[in-house]
């Protein structure tokens, strides 16, 4: 399980376990928070060919479906 904290995910990186489309890396760009600091929103963006997809940030967390960094 990887560590993931609201706090740091924006500009963080991102290795995707399974690549689909050619797209393995990827930083995340866009995080919003409500009122209550809790995460309402994570687009994250394949540094390949600059698509964008709204995650649950959560996901993240899954270890054997992402990494931290790129590798």
């Known amino acids: 399980m990887n560590k993931v904290s609201p706090k740091s995910l924006l500009n963080s990186k991102w290795t995707k376990q399974v690549i689909a489309n050619k797209e393995k890396h990827f930083v995340i760009t866009e995080v919003d928070f ?35 960094g790129w590798q």
Do not use: G, M, P
């Open 34 to 68: 409500d009122e209550d600091k809790n995460v309402i929103k994570c687009v994250i963006q394949a540094v390949i060919n600059k698509n964008e997809y709204a995650i649950n940030w959560r996901d993240l967390k899954n270890s054997q479906s992402w990494r931290i």
